[in-house]
């Protein structure tokens, strides 16, 4: 069962800090996410091939744990463990669910994102590479913020 309340704290714990438990990143959006998912209960599964499965271990980790394209990838088609089913609002999502973000529109998920807060309805979000708390979930005031933007929104579970 996905821990919603603790994959949160954790995101709200270290939304500005890097965890010195985890391998660092220049981009670590999703190494941030991974951490998050994993504190929520999630479970690692694949190691040590790379390209397979959602996982961290020895200094080593899957493209899933640290890319967005690749863990957007994974957790749409995982069928057992961390999942995430795709929604079509981000009014449909709940305290940690996940937003995937395409800022060129092209295909290629460039960032994400975990909801933190839901106010009114709207859910805000916390992340790093741009260290984020908070923050609403349009990335409109981004410096990649484009008009082809596309959000791809993720309800999560743990089975």
Same mark, same amino acid.
């Given at each position: 069962?996905?821990?919603?309340?603790?994959?949160?704290?954790y995101a709200?714990?270290?939304?500005?800090?890097?965890?010195?438990?985890f391998?660092?990143?220049?981009d670590?959006?999703?190494?941030?996410?991974?951490?998050?998912?994993?504190?929520?209960?999630?479970?690692?599964?694949?190691a040590?091939n790379?390209?397979k499965?959602?996982w961290?271990?020895?200094?080593n980790?899957?493209?899933?744990?640290?890319? *967005?394209?690749?863990?957007?990838?994974?957790? *749409?088609?995982?069928?057992?463990?961390?999942?995430?089913?795709?929604?079509?609002? *981000?009014?449909?999502?709940?305290?940690?669910?996940?937003?995937?973000?395409?800022?060129?529109?092209?295909?290629?998920?460039?960032?994400?994102?975990?909801?933190?807060?839901?106010?009114?309805?709207?859910?805000?979000?916390n *992340?790093?590479?741009?260290?984020?708390?908070?923050?609403?979930?349009?990335y409109?005031?981004?410096?990649?913020?484009?008009?082809?933007?596309?959000?791809?929104?993720?309800?999560?579970?743990?089975?």
């Open positions: 069962m996905y821990n919603r309340q603790a994959a949160v704290d709200n714990t270290w939304w500005n800090r890097r965890n010195p438990a391998p660092q990143f220049n670590d959006c999703s190494n941030f996410i991974s951490q998050c998912l994993f504190a929520g209960g999630a479970p690692m599964t694949g040590p790379r390209a499965g959602w961290v271990k020895k200094g980790w899957s493209y899933s744990w640290s890319t *967005a394209n690749a863990l957007r990838s994974y957790v *749409a088609s995982s069928k057992k463990g961390l999942r995430g089913k795709r929604v079509d609002s *981000a009014s449909d999502l709940k305290l940690g669910d996940l937003i995937f973000i395409d800022f060129e529109g092209d295909g290629v998920i460039n960032h994400s994102l975990i909801v933190t807060s839901i106010v009114n309805g709207v859910p805000y979000v *992340a790093h590479s741009s260290d984020s708390y908070h923050r609403l979930w349009t409109e005031d981004s410096s990649a913020y484009t008009p082809n933007i596309k959000y791809y929104f993720y309800q999560i579970s743990v089975e």
